[in-house]
């Protein structure tokens, strides 16, 4: 095409100098067009597609089942017991919003420092935070005694003339997730706009123009909405940052501001929140390095978009690292007696294996990734990318459980196992998830088009290789 | 009866016919099920039958013996009837019934006078017995005794005799094992099987329910290749029994004890019940009792199964990895605190902590006080209680009037396993030092009903805040389930209904076990949290009560009782008010020995514990294992 330029080979180049490009082969805007709308469009999705899908439905009816034997049944169909009074649904909440985490991350975090390679993912990435944080939402409404009067942890209005307890870190809870929740949603939907036109305007058939059209909100591309559009854009970024910041450390309030050894620490927030984008990249490697296969967008998110996110994980494994260090470290100097035990104990106490479960799986295997070889063979880095997602789990079930069941007292001293309805309703938070994603994917535009075409070569009018860094 | 008239009664039985009975009349007892297993009483009561005898039994329950006599009679429960007895000196007592016969049934007393012939009532039975005078009557049935009826002492001498030579008691058995019988400390020789409380609370000392054991000594399950929690065979001669192995520190070497009333097969739906296939609770170990030594067997033989068997036990002990043993050794002295003679004489306060001491100034915040702030309710009272560790001997008690006071569920033994009993006053027991010759502490812990309650702060729709009076209140219908409350209680004395434990109630036909609950007492439903209340409802009563007097006093001290205080035989408990100066509890408070639990906390509880005061005979073994556990 006349407007298509022939991109340098990148073998011959000094990456430090010239990184790869962000949009890898020869494309151009009508092919990035092309290659993501041919998947909403496509008459049938891969044959994959429908075997993930198959398995998710499956696994959310399971979910199902659990959630209306444990409602018809109690919460004792559940491991919990005392003193572990929270066990495996409080670990898969803390879990799933972790995941969460990196959606946000990506999309108003690396949008403010103007990461350009941010565009590849971020569509992709802030889908997954809002499904996660459906899974996460999902766990502290069922883990409740009695479900049906949930509605009294919100600030309503009602003839009790009660409010609730704002000194709980719960309520808290309530409200720094749902805002989160919120601004994720709308930022991600709006996000869409301009990409659900593209597909409105493409359409060939009367149901897609209605329902693309409906939701892409009459937007028809004009200066003005752009202008505005970029405006809103920054302007929710800069509203999610905080949120990024704010949502794990509130979760981490749940620990931190109780009494319980193991608990009782300042240093959660912070590592909370290293750990949160930490489980999040690696869940998003763990959907993309498939999805780029099985929907051929390769060329959208490239070795760089993953070499990138391997990078970051390194890193916030190594802070997640520091601060299971660091926790010891301090439970050994204050000299209090419960608190170093805690820490003993939860390396060499009954539950050690879990321990260093989370350890192998989240402080030394990320190492790897100094390694080029290993960042960009994807084989490996998916199989680290489960591992990390593996230990991140384990992170929160050592922190919840360990913690929990040896606290002060030694005559309350009991060990906790998990029931088949724990593990199945684990499984089926998971299907909950891959159903909505798997949707997400073949009906909704995987990587954000217009952004994607902001980084290429093409939209830089004076364009010369060199200034294709800062993409 | 004595075993040799036991042993005659059953080899008259057996000769039917020609024995000297025709009929046999069994009242309020259960020999199918408890006697020794040489007397093979089934089958002697079988074949008396078989020749045309006639079996009559009267029972509370249609029980193993109701299964082989041809007459079962429902017995009135001592509640439903009238009786009589003497006390310890001689003192006439009356029994009164409360409540109506619920299944139509007789009492002894009454059985007893209609196969005599004897038509009076019960009632007329025991009057008769009673003081002529109709005033005098009344008196003794309002007081529960006739005054002044106590036998006149005999007029003894006595000499003394030399000591006996009794040689090393301690020496282990030669021949075999000895196993020693022992009723259970609950539920006796089984005839309190069938009661869930009693099946749910856990012995002092194992902390074992819904089960008996095999305790031996550590040294003895190694010598016999045992393991904790594993079945064990004992037999002698062509007897035997199979029961799990429970290791239990202190225990002497080179025998085993085994708790009777187990293992019953007809007890009711609670402990064993074939005729509707209830497994039985425990394990009967009455076939390997011999009549002449009913409670001892010796030259026992001990064979390891190796087969685990699930024991329901409220509080490890030696079932955990070094690391919590470490853990415990190192926090108990902070957490029971106890001291010899001369420590307490030396320093009276020495189970003060510097947080025992902390006040006010503890806090980042200025705190209010009620008593100079105008802007605060200025409460009448401030409930507190003290529990003197000297005198508690753990035999908790306690936990079962809390049972019954509080209408606390029993959960059964697959929940307890999960760890979720639901008692709101429960006893620690802790051994400490070697576990052939440890020290035994136990300690009643119930809600602390702190101050400043860690349970209030995190509970995110304010279903347990504090009254004004102090108590840290559970409030069930706001409560949504979240636990958090039990999580941050550094006390564990939160318990979750993890399920509708009183679910059984609402069944048609069950409508006396509704009758079981304390109408003061709200039943908790499925998914609320509930803990110790400090008897809320007795304070209400008697603030009611008090009111109705006069409108300002206060309510006197030892007006208000608490279950536990009220069944404590030692008067361990005390509770009351704590501006009252003059009250008990004050006192207590004020007691140099009195400290808080875990103080260093801040919590601040308003239950204290007063140290424990150990002063063993020197001359006993116990005071050797006490030097070494305190200064070794």
Known sequence: MADSFTVPAAATQDERVFPAPLVAGTNDFASV???????????????????????AVALLGVLGAMIVYLVSTGVGVWGNNQPVAW?????????????????????????????????????????????????????PAIHVGRIWVIWWVFPIPNQMS???????????????????????????????????????????????????????????????????????YLILAALATPLVLSVHSVVSFDFATSQLPGWHTTIFPPYFVAGAIFSGFAMVLTLAIPARKMFGLEDLITMRHIENMCKIIMATGMMVGYAYAMEFFMAWYSGNTYEGFAFVNRAFGPYWWAYWIMVSCNVISPQIFWSKKARTNLTLVFIMSIFVNIGMWFERFVITVTSLNRDFLPSSWHYFSPTWVDVLTLLGSFGLFFTLFMLFCRWLPQVAISEVKNVMPQAHPHHHPSEGKEG | MCASELKALADELRKGQDGAYRNLLLLDCNPAYDLPGDLEFVGALEGFRGAGGTVIHLGLYRDETAGHADWHLPMAHAFETWADGTAWDGTMTTGQPLIDPLYAGRSVLEMLGWWTKDERSAKEQVRAGGPADGKAWRRALHDGLV???????????????????????????????????????????GRWANLGWLQELPDPMTKLTWDNAAMMSFATAASLGVEHGTMVRLSKGARSVEVPAYLMPGHADG???????????????????????????????????????????????????????????????????????????????????EGSVAEWQQEPRFAKSAADYWGKDSNLWQELDPETDDRLYKPKHKWGMAIDLSSCTGCSACTIACQAENNIPVVGKDQVIKG?????????RYFAGDPAAPKVMSQPVACQHCEMAPCEQVCPVAATVHSSEGLNDMVYNRCIGTRYCSNNCPYKVRRFNFFDYNEDADQPGNEVMKMAANPEVTVRARGVMEKCSFCVQRIERARIATRNEDRDSRIPDGTIETACQQSCPTGS????????????????????????????????????????????????????????????
Not at chain 1, 176 to 198: C, H, K, N, Q
Not at chain 2, 582 to 609: C, D, I, T
Request: with cysteine.
């Open chain 1, 33 to 55: 067009t092309e290659t993501v709308c041919s998947i909403v469009e496509a008459p049938r999705a891969p044959k994959a597609w429908y075997v993930i899908f198959g398995i």
């Open chain 1, 87 to 139: 066990g495996w649904p409080i670990v898969n909440f803390v879990f799933w919003v972790g995941i969460g985490h990196a959606g946000t991350l990506i999309s108003a975090v690396l949008f403010l420092f103007r990461q350009g390679w941010r565009t590849g993912i971020n569509r992709f990435s802030e889908a997954m935070t809002i499904f996660a944080v459906i899974c996460a939402g999902m766990f």
């Open chain 1, 162 to 232: 009660m409010w609730p307890n704002f000194r709980s870190p719960l309520l808290w809870d309530v409200f720094a997730v749902s805002t989160y929740f919120s601004v994720s949603l709308l930022f991600w939907y709006m996000g869409l706009v301009p990409d659900l036109a593209t597909i409105r305007d493409r359409a060939k058939t009367k149901a897609r123009r209605f329902w693309y059209g409906l939701f892409s909100l009459g937007w028809t591309g004009s200066n003005r909405q752009w202008h505005r559009y970029e405006r809103a």
């Open chain 2, 147 to 189: 005054a002044g009826s106590a036998a006149a002492p005999l007029q003894v001498s006595a000499k003394a005799l030399p000591a006996p030579q009794f040689g090393d008691l301690s020496a282990t058995p030669a021949d075999g094992i000895e196993v020693r019988f022992m009723p259970d400390r609950h539920i006796g020789d």
């Open chain 2, 255 to 337: 025998c085993v004890t085994i708790a009777l009333g187990h293992g019953r097969t007809a007890a009711g739906h609670v402990a064993g019940l074939d005729d509707d296939e209830i497994e039985p609770v425990g394990f009967d170990v009455n076939p390997l009792r011999a009549h002449d030594s009913a409670s001892l067997a010796t030259g026992v033989a001990v064979e390891p199964l190796g087969k685990p068997y699930p024991l329901a036990v409220t509080q490890d002990h030696f079932a955990i990895d070094e690391i919590g043993t470490q853990g415990r050794e190192q926090r108990l002295p902070n957490l029971v605190k």
């Open chain 2, 420 to 428: 979720r009993e639901m008692h709101w006053i429960r006893m620690d």
């Open chain 2, 573 to 632: 408990i005390v509770f009351g008010d704590l501006m009252d100066e003059g009250s008990q509890v004050r006192k207590a408070h004020e007691n140099p020995r009195s400290y808080a639990m875990l103080a260093e906390l801040n919590n601040k509880p308003r239950n204290l514990f007063l140290a424990r005061i150990r002063n063993p005979h020197p001359a006993m073994p116990a005071a050797a294992a006490e030097e070494a556990v305190t200064h070794g």
